[in-house]
């Protein structure tokens, strides 16, 4: 794979307008990341009344995140599967194909920084879950987010080893 492919998703981040999308970058150099996420659609009345949190309904390890690819282990399926990466200007995706539909797990932001070797990084970043048939989440990765069903399950993404 030629060198511009592999520099420009991190060029593109990097060089991005939003203040969070410079360490969206981050996700990409942390090498595994652990993702947990709740059913936001699906939640009780009772839960609401006493202000407990949805139970997480989905856990998943990215393993060796790179600007093109990872790995995924998920919680409701047995065994590693690949998953292609696309990072924007916006976004960090990591797309699952499954048959003719996609598992889209879309980074948004970065909600906690630490400071490491003395760089401020992002340890966590917040994050939306959607399985949908819109294959062309591989082509247009921001595009496809923005018609992501209204039911995706929300959460968050942290590196598996924070120092």
Do not use: N
């Not at 060198?3 to 090498?31: E, F, M």
């Not at 407990?52 to 989905?58: C, F, G, N, T």
């Amino acid at each position: 794979m030629s060198l511009r492919r592999r520099v420009l998703p991190l060029l593109l981040v990097a060089c991005a307008t939003p203040s969070h999308a410079g360490q969206l970058g981050d996700a990409l150099t942390q090498g595994d990341l652990i993702c947990e996420f709740r059913e936001g659609w699906r939640r009780s009345l009772i839960a609401d009344l006493i202000g407990e949190p949805d139970p997480v309904a989905l856990l998943l390890v990215y393993e060796r995140v790179t600007p093109e690819h990872a790995a995924v282990l998920s919680s409701k399926t047995p065994g590693r599967k690949p998953v292609a990466v696309r990072a924007t200007a916006e976004h960090v995706h990591f797309i699952e194909r499954v048959g003719p539909s996609v598992r889209v797990t879309t980074l948004t932001g970065c909600a906690r920084t630490k400071w490491k070797d003395g760089v401020e990084t992002c340890v966590r970043f917040p994050a939306r879950h959607a399985w949908h048939f819109d294959r062309r989440a591989l082509l247009e990765p921001d595009a496809a987010f923005a018609r992501q069903p209204s039911g995706a399950s929300v959460g968050a993404c942290e590196p598996w080893y924070l120092d």
